[in-house]
């Protein structure tokens, strides 16, 4: 269970308000603030250091903006004819330029999900804030906007593992990887579901994709028979002249490796151009079991390694973790985006 606190929630416009979210994204690693300032081209929140559930939103348009590029044109208009469905999407296309209409469009979809979970009319459903599935068919349900539930678990599958020896429990379910397969099965046209949903699923599974390639996303560590929460409860702080970059968990700390919340699709676009092109034969896999595997063992080997030990710290981070986190970082959201391009490009021949 990824605990995410409820003030944890992205400060952007309600639905329906008239002031384009490209003026600024915001992750989960943020409260709302008690005002937002609005003008005509600002929209400020207060960012807080709190707990994460996602690449925040600089790394999930960096996973669009990757997918994007490689996608093919067939799929690139089926994706953004769906994508016109989502009640934020004339905020989404607000202000930017014809050329970049869709694409900048495409990688702002990718944020929705943590975006409702500070939208008006949305709620947390499930216990320890939403983080643990409720009981009853409501948490698997695919009724497409209609559905005003958060699904905070649907973020993440907590493949255990110990720490100490202790005892470890499975999974709940529903979660990223049991979504992911009822998503992608639902998206193309022939599923013969209506449109309305083959869009929520889309804007899901943008998202969804990311996640399950940040390697805490996949994982739970276990101690004296107790889960971190993929990392969500482990403390941390940075050594002299090592930036942190407002974290003070593990697990917001990956999280904010690619980025700052507080960016523009402009500025994630041009961070994507740089980003290493994932290894075709890596990124054909398309089975999501073996996505969630591979950022199962990177936790295990590349997260929780020194100077993070046994135990829930806090643990000072040095510049040569922070470096290997970047590096590893930018390989998974490659590789993440590159799988996205084939996924849709599957989902929409």
């Known amino acids: 269970m990824h605990l995410v606190a409820d003030s944890s929630v992205a400060c952007f416009p309600a639905l329906g308000q008239s002031v384009s979210l490209f003026e600024v994204v915001l992750g989960d690693t943020i409260m709302r603030a008690s005002s937002c300032i609005v003008g005509s081209v600002f929209l400020g929140c207060l960012l807080m250091s709190t707990s994460a559930s996602a690449w925040d939103g600089f790394g999930h348009m960096e996973v669009a903006a990757v997918a994007w590029e490689l996608m093919g044109t067939s799929a690139k208009s089926k994706a953004i004819q769906l994508l016109k469905v989502n009640p934020q999407y004339k905020t989404w296309i607000k202000g930017v330029s014809a050329n970049k209409k869709n694409k900048y469009a495409f990688m702002m979809a990718a944020t929705w999900p943590d975006y409702i979970k500070g939208a008006k009319g949305y709620h947390s459903d499930g216990s320890d804030g939403g983080n643990t599935p409720p009981p009853g068919p409501q948490a698997s349900q695919n009724i497409g906007y209609t559905d005003k539930f958060m699904h905070k678990y649907w973020h993440f599958i907590d493949e255990p593992f110990s720490g100490d020896n202790s005892q470890t429990t499975p999974p709940a379910t529903p979660n ?45 560590r276990f101690l004296s028979g107790k889960p971190d929460n993929g990392g969500n409860a482990v403390l941390v702080n940075c050594d002299s002249g090592v930036s942190c970059e407002g974290a003070n968990k593990l697990h917001a700390f990956w999280d904010d490796l690619l980025g700052p919340n507080k960016t523009t699709p402009k500025e994630v676009e041009a961070a994507a151009d740089k980003l290493p092109m994932a290894d075709a034969t890596v990124a054909s896999i398309d089975d999501e079991n073996k996505w969630i595997d591979e950022s199962f063992k990177a936790a295990q080997s590349d997260v929780y390694k020194s100077p993070v030990g046994v135990g829930l710290g806090p643990f000072t981070l040095t510049a040569e973790y922070k470096a290997n986190a970047a590096e590893l970082a930018k390989q998974r959201v490659a590789l993440a985006g590159r799988r996205l391009a084939n996924l849709l490009d599957a989902a929409f021949k």
């Open 176 to 220: 990223a990887l049991e979504r992911i397969r009822v998503l992608r099965n639902a998206l193309p046209a022939v599923s013969g579901a209506k449109k309305t949903i083959r869009s929520y699923d889309l804007v899901w599974l943008l998202h969804l994709v990311g996640d399950v390639h940040q390697p805490l996303h996949a994982t739970s």
